[in-house]
């Protein structure tokens, strides 16, 4: 299975200050397609997580520009320009090129 | 529109099988590269994938469940149907349905006598 490790664990951001998320794979990405398909997922207390981010740097619908994808083959970062505080929750990220599709083990964001 | 909702029982016992349903609307899982898939979240942990089905009825299941996991789909009910066989309390867990960016809102199994 491709390991997804992330990091940090936990992530203490003032509002409106910038943070930014690491997430490595345990190999290359790339899938035969020629897309790399990793996928950001944010997560509120309670809630379904939403996707933000798939395949690197493309970002759904209804998601604020303030957040972007980045990276290629098996390092990939997801930044936030400006937190706000509907920001908080649990990031997750996640490889779809290899079955069994793997998650991250998940990075806490805490509002200041 | 689309949605994706998750049903079942919300507790079963030991050695049980599970057996959950997702309804979705706003698509077909008859429509080419199409596909809905299982994933769980035990409380206060990370997401785990368990299973994919495809639209040509192919299908993927997580190698560590494979043995306990069926996926099947009904297309012109428009659901998805999972069973995991003989349920232990550590399969205790939120159970989600999607695809792709649509996720269903989850339903809470736990497995206690």
């Known amino acids: ?112 | 529109q689309i949605t994706l909702k998750e049903s079942g029982p919300p507790l079963v016992k030991p050695t049980q099988t599970l057996t959950l349903t997702c309804t979705f609307s706003g698509f077909s899982l008859s429509t080419s590269g199409v596909n809905v898939g299982w994933i769980r979240q035990p409380p206060g942990k990370a997401l785990e994938w368990l299973a994919l089905i495809y639209w040509d009825d192919d299908k993927r299941y997580s190698p560590s469940l494979k043995s306990r996991l069926t996926i099947t789909k009904d297309t012109s009910k428009n659901q998805v149907v999972l069973t995991l066989t003989n349920m232990d309390p550590v399969d205790t867990a939120t159970y989600y349905c999607a695809r792709g960016e649509y996720w269903g809102q989850g339903i809470l199994v736990t497995v206690s006598s």
């Open chain 1, 1 to 112: 299975d491709v390991v997804m490790t992330q990091s940090p664990l936990s992530l203490s951001v003032t509002l409106g200050q910038p943070a930014s998320i690491s997430c490595r794979s345990s190999q290359s990405l790339v899938h035969s397609d020629g897309n790399t398909h990793l996928n950001w997922f944010h997560q509120r207390p309670g809630q379904s997580p939403r996707r933000l981010i798939y395949k690197v740097s493309n970002r759904d619908s209804g998601v604020p520009d303030r957040f972007s994808g980045s990276g290629s083959g098996i390092d990939f970062t997801l930044k936030i320009t400006r937190v706000e505080a509907e920001d908080a929750g649990v990031y997750y990220c996640m490889q779809a090129s290899h079955w069994p599709l793997t998650f991250g083990g998940g990075t806490k964001v805490e509002i200041k």
